[in-house]
């Protein structure tokens, strides 16, 4: 049985794509190139290699969550030095973490992937990337309004890593 890499993820729209690629190229030293930016999103949950009857049920799951839309704030950068991963954090949110927690909890209780940290939503700029890149001004705050999340495919086409949404979710008041 055929399997994909899933997870559950809020994608950027243009205006904060804009901001965060202005910050990186005036802002940020740094000896690698950036995650693309096609693939910028906050994970709310990561489901490993997952099969197409699962992926259904995931499906008809994330369609039962009821919750509003909400906006994030960004103006935090920060890293995780053991795996050189720079990112860009939200400041706390519940309705964010109120949406990450069943997706989670689903992953877990069928056994698709446990995940070893608490959550920490982030948008990942940089993987392996050391030491840490020099920032030599803050970003510009910005605000995403989460209005929808999606269930992405991660794979490879020949142009690199794409993070391809299969089925969106809106949140409604």
Known sequence: MSTRRLFFGIGLDSPA???IQ???DDSVAYRKAPTLSR???VTL???AQVDTPTTDALIDFASQIDSAPFELHFAQSGYWSHNGIFYLSPSPCEA???LAAPLRDISEQWQLYTNPYAYSPHITLFRN???IPQVRASIEPFTLT???F???HSHTLQDGLHYTPIASFGLSA
């Open 17 to 19: 794509t804009d901001v």
């Open 22 to 24: 202005r910050w990186l």
């Open 39 to 41: 693939n910028w999103h």
């Open 45 to 47: 949950a990561f489901l």
């Open 96 to 98: 964010l973490k109120s």
């Open 129 to 131: 990337h050391k030491p």
């Open 146 to 148: 989460v209005s929808n």
């Open 150 to 152: 999606h269930l992405y």
